[in-house]
């Protein structure tokens, strides 16, 4: 089932994902779900996902009389954008399973659990506390960390072995008489 999202004016949107959209997509944009450093790159970003969410949802955003700037905009707000997000890695991971790519429908699903995870730790209430004491630890342990003394800074470097004698000449062998 297709996944949605509303922009900021409570517009709603339809993500659905097919091969033929894919392969118009990248005729103006170099991205291949399939590929596994794209990808990555759809994952680790969100700029990257709302860019091809853009073309997947073009024709619905133009027919509310949305441009990209404008719609760019309709996503601002609180959560707008990371609920657009979902519902593209929501989508993703359909289109995988339907087209049997269970690996690539798992790593998804797991992308997505471990944004949320972190999502919901930054946002947690003790989140602020815990990156203070983070920081008064890293402060603490600074201080641990010894600085070079003055004596050890001006000391000349060690002089350097001294050089071997080149030999002399060889004394002359003894004659046998």
């Given at each position: 089932m297709p996944q949605q999202f509303q922009d900021n004016a409570g517009r709603t949107y339809t993500v659905s994902m097919t091969l033929g959209k894919f392969r118009a997509?990248?005729?103006?944009?170099?991205?291949?779900?399939?590929?596994?450093q794209s990808w990555t790159a759809i994952c680790g970003s969100l700029t990257e996902r709302l860019a091809i969410l853009w073309y997947l949802v073009q024709d619905q955003a133009e027919s509310f009389g949305l441009d990209l700037d404008g719609w760019e905009r309709a996503l601002m707000g609180p959560g707008i954008a990371n609920q657009a997000s979902e519902a593209f890695m929501d989508e993703m991971e359909n289109f995988f399973r339907q087209f049997d790519q269970p690996e690539m429908a798992k790593m998804t699903s797991a992308n997505r659990a471990s944004r949320r995870k972190a999502l919901d730790l930054v946002n947690s209430p003790g989140f602020d506390k815990m990156v203070g004491r983070l920081d008064q630890a890293f402060q603490a342990l600074s201080g641990l960390t010894p600085e070079p003394l003055e004596t050890e800074t001006e000391k000349p470097d060690?002089?350097?072995?001294?050089?071997?004698?080149?030999?002399?000449?060889?004394?002359?062998?003894?004659?046998a008489g």
């Open positions: 997509i990248r005729e103006v944009y170099p991205v291949d779900v399939f590929e596994q060690p002089p350097l072995p001294p050089e071997t004698a080149e030999p002399g000449p060889l004394p002359p062998a003894a004659s």
